[in-house]
């Protein structure tokens, strides 16, 4: 290695190993350089050693390895020596395949990620990745490319979330990142310092047919919990959910349940695919959901207590009403009696829901009308959150003190006190009747979350209800708000996307879980030979020209002052010595260039007298009577 690159001195012995590791990838033994003459000290003849000249073959021979000895001598007397020796090819095994698109039956995107350094290096890294699978059209699987670049490589700060179905799609949205170009189906940001994550669960009123049907039929760990709870309900979860009675599924009694299961599967999923919540939270009956995750139930409790509920409530008498008003709590505060009418939700600084008998609530919306003000009628069967909800409450609290409480394991948001729940709060029947009937805090929790710092919001449900009403609480910040699930959009798609963009600033995704690798597990976990990273390579050779002296107090010197002076320091002796420096180069004094004698660049006389003249002050002499 000394005659390739100098002495390397600790480095010497992994430099030669990193070298014959690749003169074997190669099968190429490179040439010594700057050896033309050998050692006279050496006997080459008696050794039988001779310098590498020119490069030669090294091919790989089946009946025998490729072997090669390395030494690195230290300067204290340790000798080590290394034999290397080639890996063995891999065998095909007897069921190995040609590749093939994803199995049918998950019908999941697979998610292709890459990351670099900076935004220059990302683009590169996807240039490069493109003309390697060009350049090798149908060598690799999709899925297994993606499990290659989830786990053989490093995560950085600058990054990019590919998805799509097909080779194809892929193919397509790397295409885009490449030319650094918007693409639907590719997530790029960069990481952005702190930002806990907190995970929303939605309320009633975001059901809709079909919520979950696609990822039911795409990821097992959704199936199983989905079905987990469908067990513990005493009603066919599927027949409701995947059916086609829009209004059998908005029936209370029916709704509940189905957004307690599709959130609680959403969760466990993204659960297993390594995202850690720093907080929950939830509106209405969304904190049910949370609460179960949290552990504060078990699953088959949480169900009985969740079905207790949308019962009980579907059980009462119809008639009350709810309306979304475009004003304050303290406007609306004004109007309300909590005998016949009461707020139901803070879910803004200026949206508040209001719920109870329809003329009391019909009194509040029309005084709001008339200030010009929105007011939105809600489609519900019953009053919420209103003092209609009281004649449930008795029997609710039977069905609650019949259960099993624990110690929640991830802080929860309280919709009652817009605070962190306490472990007291949520182990206590009390709290969760109270639920029923006080208002939904929304505002106030989401206010909680950003005194937490929490940079990420997450949404489990079936569309972005939650998210954009936590953008109205917040003062246009840098969180990132993502909706797991988005109406009328694919919702694996959906899913991967929310992840992505929540990943692009910072949250740690295990990437490699979310690819499904039917039938081919075993070929994902050979090596793929991808492109490596696309180092911005940049000269790091000093451009200091020498004009600037920078600090001399660090390096214990003091300045001259002077233009053609850099550093003066008083000699050792105590005889009053000082020794000037400065650099005289037409590189730093450019007007030097105009001194020219015979074609060279010549010092003038005045430059030297200057210098001198210069030197006296420091002695303390102020004239120069002589100058040779």
């Known amino acids: 290695m000394k005659s390739n690159i100098g002495h390397t001195q600790a480095a010497a012995g992994v430099a030669g190993i990193i070298k014959m590791v690749l003169a074997m990838r190669h099968g190429l033994l490179p040439r010594t350089l700057h050896a033309d003459e050998p050692s006279q000290h050496i006997d080459w003849t008696a050794a039988d050693l001779r310098l590498l000249t020119e490069a030669q073959p090294w091919p790989h021979e089946a009946e025998r390895p490729r072997r090669a000895a390395i030494s690195s001598f230290g300067i204290s007397g340790t000798n080590a020596h290394l034999i290397v020796e080639e890996a063995p090819t891999p065998t095909p095994t007897e069921d190995a395949k040609p590749p093939t698109p994803p199995s049918p039956r998950t019908g999941a995107p697979l998610p292709w990620v890459l990351s670099a350094r900076s935004r220059a290096a990302l683009t590169a890294q996807a240039t490069r990745l493109l003309t390697h699978l060009d350049t090798h059209p149908g060598r690799h699987h999709p899925a297994h490319v993606g499990h290659a670049l989830a786990t053989t490589r490093s995560t950085f700060e600058h990054r990019a979330v590919l998805t799509g179905r097909t080779y194809d799609d892929l193919r397509t949205a790397l295409t885009a990142l490449a030319a650094d170009t918007a693409h639907a189906g590719a997530v790029v940001g960069t990481v952005r310092p702190g930002g806990r994550l907190a995970v929303l669960f939605a309320g009633q009123g975001s059901q809709r047919l079909g919520m979950g049907r696609e990822l039911y039929g795409a990821y097992p760990v959704f199936a199983e919990v989905f079905d987990a709870v469908d067990a513990e309900l005493p009603f066919d979860l599927k027949a409701v959910v995947f059916g086609d009675d829009r209004e059998l599924l908005n029936r209370t009694e029916f709704a509940q349940p189905a957004l307690f299961a599709l959130e609680v599967a959403l969760f466990r999923l993204v659960e297993s695919w390594g995202v850690r919540p720093d907080v929950l939270a939830g509106h209405s009956i969304g904190e049910i959901a949370a609460a179960c995750v949290a552990g504060v139930w078990s699953l088959a409790d949480a169900c009985r207590l969740v079905a207790a509920r ?319």
Not at 444 to 464: C, F, M, Q, V
């Open 310 to 628: 949308g019962r009980l409530m579907q059980a009462l008498p119809a008639g009350g009403v709810m309306v979304a008003v475009q004003a304050s709590e303290e406007e609306v505060l004004a109007f309300v009696d909590d005998e016949r009418v009461g707020v139901a939700a803070v879910n803004g600084p200026r949206s508040v829901v209001v719920s109870g008998d329809a003329v009391a609530v019909e009194e509040v919306a029309a005084h709001f009308r008339a200030l010009d003000r929105k007011v939105t009628g809600l489609r519900v069967s019953h009053a919420f959150h209103s003092p209609l909800m009281e004649p449930m409450l008795a029997d609710f609290r039977a069905v609650a003190e019949s259960l099993t409480y624990d110690r929640p394991r991830i802080p929860v948001v309280s919709n009652v006190t817009g605070r962190v729940a306490t472990a007291e709060e949520l182990t206590s029947p009390d709290y969760w009747v109270e639920h029923v009937r006080r208002p939904v805090r929304f505002a106030d929790g989401i206010r909680t979350l950003a005194e937490r710092k929490t940079g990420r919001l997450l949404e489990l449900g079936p569309d972005g209800t939650l998210t954009a009403l936590a953008q109205d609480c917040l003062d246009g910040g840098t969180e990132t708000f993502a909706p797991a699930l988005r109406r009328d959009h694919p919702e694996p798609e959906s899913l991967l996307t929310a992840l992505a963009q929540l990943f692009v600033t910072g949250l740690p995704v295990a990437w490699d879980t979310t690819i499904p690798l039917d039938g081919t597990t075993s070929r994902a976990q050979e090596p793929l030979d991808l492109p490596t990273y696309p180092f911005q390579r940049r000269r790091y050779w000093s451009r200091d020209t020498g004009s600037a002296t920078g600090d001399l107090r660090a390096v214990g010197l003091g300045s001259a002052e002077h233009p053609l002076l850099g550093a003066a320091v008083e000699l050792a002796g105590g005889d009053g010595e000082v020794l000037l420096t400065g650099r005289l180069s037409p590189a730093v004094q450019g007007w030097l260039r105009d001194h020219v004698v015979a074609e060279s660049v010549v010092f003038p006389g005045t430059g030297f007298l200057e210098l001198a003249l210069r030197a006296g002050e420091s002695a303390g002499c102020d004239r120069v009577e002589d100058l040779t």
